[in-house]
């Protein structure tokens, strides 16, 4: 009797009581969604009405990309290898738009990889280029006179060889080969990361001899630049190991000469193009010597200060890191020099924990880079990623260049991930993209935003990257900069808005 009347009692309380968990239960989960998305890289962009608007439309188009790879996850091509989709990506109305945003500045890319290997090709074409064919390698060298470098076959005029082959299509396709990581299948040539840092550094000392020739050194420069322009950048850090340059004459130009040569052709690519903003060079040479070598750098990298103080960015040193000279090594030459030097390490482009190569992070945050190429292993340093933010140490992300020289397979898995969710101050940057024939930062830019980051993230993570690689440039006057940006920024969202209104 009693059970009969306290039973439905009970049940109502029980219900009201499990309704009362799950209300609060689902305010704690909005909560924390959003207390999280907060966190975000780009959190802090306050959008206006028309931006707001052209969030709808990029978000849209996002969102349709993804929620069709969530559901049929056989056709995600970003879970791929990136030979596999680039060509598919030109399709993507999103990728249209992105590569006509406004995009700030390109701060992490070496100077002889930036352009494609049609392109290097072409210039395969030009005069007095000989050419030595060996077995496996090319050597090139422009000269008035048959070479007498070492050759294991035989030098022959280039003209000569391409006609001579009786088919040129076929004989230039052979060629073209030797400017390019692109293969059909990536997967099974390049079995580990040796096999492609092998491949990507015989391309830089195949390539040597051929943009070495001062004519052509200063005429891919100054379609370099254009690129980048074309591509909606505004202004350039480029990294360069600052080669002997040579001509006709038998003359040599040291690294002096040189950075004087991208000097002049920026100062008339600025004439021609007043509305680019110019660009800046980081001496960048390679890091598998000692340390009388690296001090020799440094007096270079003094004497490049002093002769032109409004190009010189800093310094840094490259080359596969795994097997490289770590910087702990260099730790007395580089802090004995770190007051008149900006540094900017790679530093962490690894996929090893705890190795030297890992631990290059640290020694670039205590020398106190401006900035680390790559740091692609700071992910696993919850104190360095707090110091890095700390210190506003920008990390130059490569999402591209990380998938193709092997650290990453699934771009969804790239640390970018995690870097943006916790907002450490990030730029993206393209590095070598001749090599894996992507744009100048267009391809980057698009799969961060659509295979990194959150769904959930929008046009102000966009803005705020474009910003970022601004903001952390050495140019000095950014208030400039960041004006002329905004401009260009609030033309591009008008744009968008009108054409899919
Ligand atoms: C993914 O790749 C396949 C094969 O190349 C292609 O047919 C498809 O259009 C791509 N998907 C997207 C969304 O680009
Ligand atoms: C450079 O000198 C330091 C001592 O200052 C030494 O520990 C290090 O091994 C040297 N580096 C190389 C690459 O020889
Ligand atoms: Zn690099």
Request: with cysteine; hydrophobic share 40%; proline share 4%.
């Amino acid at each position: 009797m009693w059970t009969v009347i306290v039973w439905p009692l009970l049940c109502l309380a029980s219900a009201v009581f499990a309704d009362d968990v799950f209300k609060k239960n689902i305010k704690e989960r909005n909560y924390l969604l959003q207390k999280e998305l907060n966190m975000m890289l780009g959190n802090d962009i306050v959008l206006s009405d028309s931006e707001d608007q052209a969030n709808k439309i990029i978000m849209k188009l996002k969102n349709n990309e993804l929620d069709y790879g969530f559901n049929n996850p056989q056709y995600f091509n970003y879970s791929k290898h990136f030979f596999e989709y680039k060509d598919d990506i030109k399709k993507s109305e999103l990728f249209k738009l992105i590569k006509d945003m406004p995009k700030g500045a390109v701060l992490h890319a070496h100077d002889t990889g930036i352009l494609s290997p049609d392109y290097v090709l072409s210039l395969t074409y030009w005069d007095d280029l000989f050419v030595c064919f060996e077995e496996e390698n090319i050597h090139f060298l422009f000269s008035l006179e048959l070479p007498k470098l070492p050759c294991k076959t035989a030098w022959q005029l280039m003209k000569h060889a391409r006609y001579s082959s009786g088919n040129v299509k076929k004989f230039d396709a052979e060629l073209r080969k030797h400017f390019t990581l692109v293969t059909k299948d990536p997967n099974q040539v390049y079995t580990d990361i040796n096999v492609v840092w092998s491949k990507f550094q015989q391309y830089f000392i195949t390539t040597s001899s051929l943009f070495s020739y001062k004519p052509i050194w200063e005429k891919y420069f100054y379609d370099t630049l254009k690129a980048l322009r074309d591509d909606n950048v505004m202004y350039l850090e480029i990294r360069s190991v600052l080669p002997t340059l040579y001509d006709l004459d038998g003359n040599k130009y040291d690294a002096i000469d040189t950075a004087a040569s991208y000097k002049k052709v920026l100062d008339t690519f600025l004439e021609v193009y007043p509305d680019f903003y110019g660009a800046k060079l980081i001496y960048a040479p390679l890091r598998f010597v000692d340390n009388k070598t690296v001090k020799e750098y440094l007096k270079i990298a003094k004497e490049l200060k002093n002769k032109f103080p409004d190009l010189l960015a800093g310094f840094d040193l490259v080359g596969q890191e795994d097997l490289g000279v770590p910087t702990k090594e260099f730790l007395q030459v580089l802090s004995e020099a770190s007051d008149e030097f900006e540094y900017f390490f790679h530093a962490g482009e690894t996929n090893w924990y705890g190795t030297s190569s890992d631990e290059n992070i640290v020694d670039a945050i205590v020398l106190k880079a401006r900035r680390i190429g790559h740091a692609f292993a700071i992910v696993k340093h919850p104190l360095l990623m707090e110091e890095a933010k700390e210190r506003d140490i920008a990390i130059e992300v490569n999402v591209v260049s990380n998938t193709v020289l092997k650290l990453v397979e699934d771009i969804r898995n790239h640390p970018l991930a995690v870097f943006l969710s916790k907002n450490l101050p990030v730029v993206i940057s393209s590095d070598d993209p001749g090599l894996w024939e992507a744009d100048p930062l267009s391809h980057d830019y698009y799969i961060t935003f659509v295979g990194v980051a959150s769904r959930h993230a929008d046009i102000k993570l966009l803005k705020k990257l474009a910003l970022n690689s601004l903001y952390y440039s050495t140019f000095p006057h950014k208030d400039k900069l960041i004006h002329e940006f905004e401009i260009r920024w609030t033309k591009f969202i008008d744009t968008i808005v009108q054409d899919h209104w």
